[in-house]
């Protein structure tokens, strides 16, 4: 079974600072995604970032980037330019196969950002 | 276009009493899922389903049953409500087809506490 592991419970970082939240995750596949969702206090479900383990390169999305080391199993969030917004809770999830709508998630990390 | 659809947003049941968490889509999507948010736990899944008449058991599927009659429409029904299950319910969707990333869309959450 694919498990995802989430070693942080919760992070803070100084406004407009740079900060990195660490996922890893075990799997014997080789076709799967890897998701950072957002989860503001309205628990909405928000994603931040995909990434296809096919690819090599890691995704970016504005100030949000992944590094993702394949053979580490290790799939690590940077958010650049914190912003008071960015102030949520940050899930890492996998999902098996480019198509199905089941994923496997990590515990999830709180951030909290300083003015 | 609504998206996915969870109804009630809130609840409060008795211990032993049933009820049912519905989920409507209007994507025309196949995959659907549905999943609960504990404490510290991060989103486990309930139950998933790839089309309509076919569904499968996900991580944790004791006391809920569902059932998918048409594409649109995937409730989740609790048979004799425990306060175990007082959870947040999200439900998801997603296309079978690849491509694009399969975005997987969720619902905004059904909040459900059992007395």
């Known amino acids: 079974a694919q498990t995802v592991t989430q070693s942080q419970p919760e992070m803070s970082v100084q406004e407009a600072e740079t900060v990195t939240l660490s996922c890893t995750y075990d799997?014997?596949?080789?076709?799967?995604?890897l998701f950072w969702y957002k989860q503001p206090p309205s628990r909405q479900m928000i994603l931040v970032i995909r990434?296809?383990?096919?690819?090599?390169q890691n995704a970016t999305e504005n100030r949000f980037s992944v590094n993702f080391q394949k053979a580490a199993k290790s799939f690590s969030l940077k958010i650049s330019d914190s912003q008071l917004g960015d102030a949520a809770m940050y899930f890492c999830?996998?999902?098996?196969?480019?198509?199905?709508?089941?994923?496997?998630f990590g515990k999830g990390i709180t951030l909290s950002v300083r003015p | 276009n609504a998206g996915v659809t969870q109804t009630p947003k809130f609840q409060v049941l008795k211990t032993g009493q049933s009820m049912t968490l519905q989920c409507a889509q209007d994507?025309?999507?196949?995959?659907m899922s549905w999943y609960r948010q504990d404490p510290g736990m991060g989103l486990r899944l309930i139950h998933y389903s790839v089309g309509a008449g076919i569904t499968d058991q996900g991580e944790v599927p004791n006391g809920y049953n569902v059932s998918r009659s048409t594409t649109e429409d995937f409730p989740l029904r609790l048979l004799s409500a425990a306060p175990s299950q007082t959870s947040v319910y999200f439900c998801a969707s997603s296309y079978s087809r690849q491509g694009a990333g399969n975005t997987i869309y969720f619902g905004e959450g059904s909040w459900l506490t059992v007395v």
């Open positions: 799997t014997s596949e080789s076709d799967y995604y």
């Open positions: 990434q296809e383990a096919y690819k090599q």
């Open positions: 994507m025309n999507h196949e995959y």
């Open positions: 999830a996998y999902r098996r196969g480019r198509a199905n709508s089941k994923l496997t």
